[in-house]
């Protein structure tokens, strides 16, 4: 079953149209991938599907629901969680702030508490240091926090904007591994990634997109070695 139908999706910022005419879906319990090269529109999809940016025409639907129109609290609300590109934690607030950040529409208090003890067992890094300040941790250390800080408001569907961007391949694995946890434990997954081969390893399915238009789509297992993937993605 579809959990998110992206219908004919086009997005423009001013003259410049980023994505044209996009349609997937994402099925409840799976991991999908998104890649393409820089600039082929995977981040604007992304933004599109929390509402941080307004599509110029198509449909986007979540659990059955129109969210074409909706504002980005009211998204939050039913389901969807974005850890965006370039963490963007809030450096000058201490890991746990972040994490409260995270649960801002929630109201049950133990329940809060509860799920940040969850996140400190998930990512004991965290918990080792969480009144540390956002801002001194590693690169990786933020990667985690923004994982965390957007599991808290419970999501149906997490949104993964570039997990791996700046991170050195230890920590590269760490964060793959959190993805291959969170899949098994059931959670719907759109992973916008330029590792493509890694990307494609974690996921069910991929799109390819190039120039903000769709060109392969398919099983990730048998796309991970097609030479037309590693076309599109240029230095793939």
Known sequence: MALLEINNLSVNYGAIQAVRNLTLEVNQG????????????????????????????????FDGKDITKMAPDAVVRIGIAQSPEGRQVLARQSIEDNLELGAYLRGNRPEILADIRKMYEMFPRLGERKAQLAGTLSGGEQQMLAIARALMSRPKLLLLDEPSLGLAPLIVRDIFQIIANLHTEGMTILLVEQNARLAMQASDRTYVLEAGQLTLEGNSRTMVDDPRVMTAYLGG
């Open 30 to 61: 799976e991991v999908v991938t998104l890649i393409g090269a820089n600039g082929a529109g995977k981040t604007t999809t992304l933004r599109a599907v929390s509402r941080v940016v307004r599509p110029r025409e198509g449909s986007i639907r």
